[in-house]
């Protein structure tokens, strides 16, 4: 919540990785924030891919990607690896 209200400015678009209750909270802050919210939306129990982060960043470029580390309504740890790659990249 914290880098969300200090990095994002209205009309920014944010994607964010939907795998639980805490990604979804994300998207609605951006909202609330005046931001433009993209979700990756996985099934519950799913992570969300690096193909699925690759296809969102190149589809909306996006300022920010948040994603939740440890979705603990779902009970799954998003792997991180790769992700400042793809992020530096795009």
């Not at 924030?33 to 993209?38: H, R, T």
């Not at 099934?43 to 979705?71: A, C, M, N, W, Y």
Request: net charge negative; glycine share 12%; charged share 20%.
């Amino acid at each position: 919540e914290a880098a969300l209200v200090n990095i994002l400015e209205p009309g920014d678009t944010v994607v964010v990785g939907k795998t639980g209750i805490w990604g979804a909270r994300a998207a609605d802050l951006v909202v609330r924030l005046g931001g433009v919210a993209q979700t990756i939306d996985k099934p519950l129990g799913q992570v969300v891919t690096l193909p699925d982060v690759v296809d969102s960043l190149q589809k909306h470029r996006p300022k920010i990607l948040f994603l939740v580390h440890s979705e603990s309504s779902t009970g799954i740890m998003q792997p991180l690896e790769g992700i400042g790659e793809i992020c530096r990249r795009y």
